[in-house]
């Protein structure tokens, strides 16, 4: 038996009923294709999402995942923990890896269909213990494009302080678009929750892909509305935990995206300032007037799903050049539910302890380091 499970894991699972199994993978890889990634890169010009490559990132996800859960199946696991679904980039080809631990459990390792969870061994722990039953591995995505369209008229609003509202009402409607998918997929499973969401955003091919992956599972406490629309939370299932512990119950993840521009004149103003020690009042106020924006979308976002605190909070400031800031709040709305309650009076420690790294290649990062400088003196030359 080979597992990527550690001795916490291990601990934590055993608690629980379940044993470790081998290690399980699944793989596709997919080439891009002259057509689709032409056709994607006509699509970049309006700006928005690029469906083409969203589908068909999707398919080779999928099909990664599909092939790992029938490794399990035969592995005769009960399900599949940890799962993480990774793209390797190959030259032109694409890579889709999954990979996770199978687990056993006398009278659940005869199923058709194991469950799998992003969680590991101690997040499941935490999931088990308060009342949710896992189902799959669920992920929503997004291949997107600022595009050519939307940055002339950004450049145009850009030479006037305040809020590019084109910017923020495409950037908020596309990055809801993973929250929308995730929740459906979950929702297909028969789930009515998706714990443990975390959110990617990485380059793609000269754009930009936002995936959120999650565990979509079960539990029979929440009221019926929630088969309809999941609940969906980004908290640690830790942190879900303690609120679930309180009489709270995470119901819906919340985000807001505001794109503000400093301005022409702001900008070289703020500019001349930067020779001089002080502060820079224009991008100040400018960021604080992008954080105010967000903050107040996730409220409004809160509220219409009836939620009475937003919990984890988070804010993130990006330079999209041009003068223009990007600033994404995430967190996730709250409701008290004292029906919904912790199986065990205390977490244990196991639940909570973190691993520590017991394996560092210093040398691998000495050699990219030793084979950029020669590129460097290659090109001098």
Known sequence: MITGLSGNELFCLNEKGYTPGNLVIGNSVFSLGFVGS???GLKTLGGGEIHELTELIREGREMAYMRMIEEARRHVGAGVTGVTNQLIFHD???????IGSAVHRDGESNKDIPFSTSANGQELYCQLDCGFHPLRFVFGNVAYSIGIGGGVMGTLRSLKAGEVVEFSQMLNKTR???????????KESGANAVLGIQTTIAPLLGMQEMVMTGTASFHEELPPQYSEVPITSDLTNEEMWNIIALGYCPIRLVMGVSIFSI???????????SFVRGEIKELTYMIYQA??????????????????????????????????????????????????KVHSPLLIPQAIMRDSETFTNRAATQATLARQSTVSVDMGD
């Open 263 to 273: 301005g022409f004149a702001g900008g070289l103003k703020a500019m001349f300032k």
């Open 38 to 40: 032409l056709t994607s």
């Open 176 to 186: 809801h678009l993973a929250i929308e998918r995730i929740s459906h997929e979950a």
């Open 92 to 98: 032109t080809n694409v890579e889709y890896l999954a």
């Open 291 to 340: 954080r105010v924006k967000a903050l107040s979308m996730i409220a409004e976002d809160a509220e219409s799903f009836g939620a009475d605190e937003v919990v984890g909070v988070k804010t993130y400031v990006y330079d999209l050049g041009g003068g223009m800031v990007e600033l994404l709040a995430i967190g996730t709305g709250i409701k008290k539910m004292p029906n919904m």
